[in-house]
């Protein structure tokens, strides 16, 4: 476990529009250095329903798609990055970088 970061926390306040409550104690997910997170310290919530999904272009030119999900008691469940060809992420993304994906927003 560890804080959130401020560059996660300036994501997330632009992802959730105000609308959920953002813990200050993330978990870092085995991701291969993609930069997921997750909120459920105890590894005992499920996904229920993703919040918003989207995706940028890393600095190496690679796909990053993104999905912020909640759990079963409508708290925010993870940040989940996948880059497309698996590699770690070299910068974080900015909200001004990312094109939401409207048609699968929630």
């Not at 930069?35 to 918003?52: P, T, V």
């Not at 190496?60 to 999900?69: K, S």
């Not at 909640?70 to 974080?92: A, H, Q």
Request: net charge neutral.
């Amino acid at each position: 476990m560890r804080p959130l970061k401020s560059v996660e926390l300036e994501l997330l306040k632009r992802l959730t529009n105000g609308q959920f409550e953002i813990p200050r104690i993330v978990r870092d997910l085995n991701d291969g250095g993609m930069g997921s997170i997750s909120f459920d310290l105890k590894n005992c919530q499920a996904r229920k329903r993703q919040i918003i999904s989207a995706e940028y272009i890393d600095k190496n030119g690679v796909l990053v798609d993104i999905e912020l999900t909640c759990d079963n008691n409508e708290k925010l469940f993870e940040l989940d990055f996948w880059k497309v060809d698996f590699s770690p992420l070299i910068i974080y993304p900015t909200y001004k970088n990312l094109k939401i994906n409207e048609s699968k927003h929630s």
